[in-house]
């Protein structure tokens, strides 16, 4: 019998993480299978229960239960204790849960090991401070970077983002309107905005010269934030589809000690065909 692993949300019917881990299942040669499962929104732990009764060996979390699942957890790593949301679930010998969260890690690697970023010395903005901002901190903190704003429509929730991961790096927060005269070697967007089709109302000219920007957002055609990239002459302007693969990547490797090669699993999610 293979082991089973699932991704849980709702909704749920276009994860590609079924996709992404049948994949990286056939390049590494580990049996196991990757269902979806469509939770119920006032159920979490009974979806989890009964996963679990049928022998599951670990879950993929999305949205709404990722703050659910780190309530679940029976221990958490550091990363998923500071972003108060939990990604994966990792079922321990003992049948306890560990929790984790490996989306920020996956927004590192994408940057700096698929498409070179230099985060050492960058001086990065990353816009937002929601769930997605706040799943990402500490591993952006970690990066090497020099300096990290965080800005928000609501300054306030900036602040507390920014005094959250001061222990782990240098970040500061802003409203948008406080970002006159600063130059950004990579602006980061883990706002909402996008979902309506905006971009978030920052300067026009905050991006340094040779800069790039990054869309934690995936779309099939470009969104909202990589076309400002590409108006603002970003050297580069990314979507988030090689740091939904590079989370994916840890979540497995997490489960099975094996680290799959991702760059085949973007060639192919870009490229369908
Ligand atoms: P998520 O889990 O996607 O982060 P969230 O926790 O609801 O969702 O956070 C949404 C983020 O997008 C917030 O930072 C929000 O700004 P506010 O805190 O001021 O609400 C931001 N956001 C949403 N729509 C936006 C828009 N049109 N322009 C700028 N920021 C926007």
Same mark, same amino acid.
């Given at each position: 019998?293979?082991?089973?692993?699932?991704?849980?949300?709702?909704?749920?019917?276009?994860?590609?993480?079924?996709?992404?881990?049948?994949?990286?299942?056939?390049?590494?040669?580990?049996?196991?299978?990757?269902? @979806?499962? #469509?939770? +119920?929104?006032?159920? !979490?732990?009974?979806?989890?229960?009964?996963? &679990?009764?049928? %022998?599951?060996? =670990?879950?993929?979390?999305?949205?709404?239960?990722?703050?659910?699942?780190?309530?679940?957890?029976?221990?958490?790593?550091?990363?998923?204790?500071?972003?108060?949301?939990?990604?994966?679930?990792?079922?321990?010998?003992?049948?306890?849960?560990?929790?984790?969260?490996?989306?920020?890690?996956?927004?590192? @690697?994408? #940057?700096? +090991?698929?498409?070179? !970023?230099?985060?050492?010395?960058?001086?990065? &903005?990353?816009? %937002?401070?929601? =769930?997605?901002?706040?799943?990402?901190?500490?591993?952006?903190?970690?990066?090497?970077?020099?300096?990290?704003?965080?800005?928000?429509?609501?300054?306030?929730?900036?602040?507390?983002?920014?005094?959250?991961?001061?222990?782990?790096?240098?970040?500061?927060?802003?409203?948008?309107?406080?970002?006159?005269?600063?130059?950004?070697?990579?602006?980061?967007?883990?706002?909402?905005?996008?979902?309506?089709?905006?971009?978030?109302?920052?300067?026009?000219?905050?991006?340094?010269?040779?800069?790039?920007?990054?869309?934690?957002?995936?779309?099939?055609?470009?969104?909202?934030?990589?076309?400002?990239?590409?108006?603002?002459?970003?050297?580069?302007?990314?979507?988030?589809?090689?740091?939904?693969?590079?989370?994916?990547?840890?979540?497995?490797?997490?489960?099975?000690?094996?680290?799959?090669?991702?760059?085949?699993?973007?060639?192919?999610?870009?490229?369908?065909?």
């Amino acid at each position: 019998m293979p082991d089973h692993y699932a991704v849980i949300g709702n909704p749920i019917a276009h994860s590609k993480s079924p996709l992404i881990h049948a994949a990286f299942a056939r390049a590494t040669g580990q049996d196991l299978d990757y269902g @979806r499962i #469509l939770g +119920d929104p006032d159920d !979490f732990p009974g979806e989890v229960r009964r996963f &679990l009764a049928s %022998g599951g060996r =670990g879950l993929n979390v999305t949205v709404p239960f990722k703050e659910a699942a780190w309530a679940l957890a029976d221990e958490r790593s550091q990363r998923a204790e500071i972003a108060g949301a939990v990604n994966t679930l990792i079922r321990l010998d003992d049948d306890r849960l560990r929790g984790d969260n490996t989306d920020g890690v996956g927004l590192v @690697r994408d #940057l700096a +090991d698929n498409h070179g !970023f230099r985060f050492p010395g960058a001086q990065v &903005l990353l816009l %937002g401070a929601g =769930g997605a901002a706040r799943g990402v901190l500490v591993p952006l903190l970690e990066s090497g970077l020099a300096r990290l704003i965080i800005a928000n429509r609501t300054p306030g929730k900036a602040q507390q983002l920014a005094d959250l991961g001061a222990p782990f790096g240098p970040a500061q927060a802003r409203g948008f309107d406080q970002l006159e005269g600063e130059r950004f070697d990579l602006i980061i967007n883990a706002t909402s905005a996008g979902l309506s089709d905006a971009v978030p109302a920052i300067p026009e000219d905050c991006l340094a010269s040779g800069g790039w920007t990054y869309d934690m957002l995936y779309a099939d055609t470009p969104t909202a934030f990589r076309r400002w990239g590409q108006r603002h002459g970003a050297a580069r302007s990314l979507d988030g589809l090689g740091m939904l693969i590079e989370q994916a990547a840890e979540s497995f490797w997490l489960w099975r000690g094996v680290r799959p090669d991702t760059a085949a699993v973007i060639a192919m999610l870009r490229h369908p065909e």
